[in-house]
């Protein structure tokens, strides 16, 4: 699934109420293997459940901070597995039975190793 204000973020603006609410239980009943966001200026990659969330909205704005989990800030109620505050974008091979996700830099140097993603 791809939407614009994602579900689960940590980023600046956060997890949209609205979709926890009236999509997630949807996507959770349709067995979505993985829901793609932008909205926050970063990449995320985490696990919810049954989903994985990827937050890939470092295209070329300026970067934000994350909102919580810092010095300063509250502590994250879901901890994303990664964050980077990096301009990217995501290769996305998809497998027989997953999801090959390789989060890059602009420049095409990884972010963070290729993970392989399944339900």
Do not use: M
């Not at 579900?7 to 009236?22: Q, S, Y």
């Not at 993985?34 to 049954?50: A, I, M």
């Not at 937050?55 to 901890?79: D, F, N, S």
């Amino acid at each position: 699934v791809w939407v614009h204000d994602g579900p689960c973020a940590v980023g600046w603006h956060g997890d949209n109420g609205t979709l926890i609410r009236d999509y997630v239980p949807l996507f959770e009943r349709h067995r979505v293997s993985v829901v793609f966001s932008g909205h926050d200026h970063d990449y995320e990659r985490g696990r919810r459940g049954n989903i994985n969330y990827v937050v890939t909205g470092g295209g070329g704005a300026e970067l934000r901070p994350l909102k919580c989990g810092v010095p300063g800030k509250r502590k994250c109620k879901h901890p994303p597995l990664a964050f980077y505050n990096d301009h990217n974008y995501v290769a996305v091979e998809v497998l027989p039975d997953a999801l090959r996700l390789c989060a890059k830099r602009i420049d095409g140097t990884p972010l963070e190793p290729c993970q392989i993603l399944r339900r």
